[in-house]
């Protein structure tokens, strides 16, 4: 799904349904991966890659009849972080007036994240990476 998917065999490549029950999956999987591999502060890691799975799994796939899908990937870079990337292949960053959030899951992303973006896909959907201290 990620265009441009690590290489890196010790990469965490985690592909999952955007259903509510996996956000809690997926925290504990990133959470231990950010721990074994030396992440200044894992909690702030499990807390934002819970808001960037929980924002694709309500907002990505909205209008589809099925969840569609939703990639986490976490790897250790070379430059002593730990990059997350969160993609799904739904609508977009789209306005929604429905929305069942207040919208303070990608804000608080950024302020827990040494670096954080937000990109449309070129094939449709959303990539959030984000990028954290690690030892």
Known sequence: MARDAPTNPRALVRRLR????????????VKAYAVAHGAADPN???LAISEAVTNAVVHAYVDAPEPGEIEVI??????DCLEILVCDEGRGMLPRHDSPGVGLGLPLV????????VQVRAGGGTQV???????
């Open 74 to 79: 976490a790897q250790r870079t070379a430059d």
């Open 18 to 29: 955007a259903q509510p029950d996996q956000v809690r999956i997926s925290r504990a999987e």
């Open 110 to 117: 950024a302020t827990l994240a040494e670096s954080f973006e």
């Open 44 to 46: 702030a890691v499990a």
């Open 129 to 135: 990476r984000m990028e954290f201290a690690a030892a």
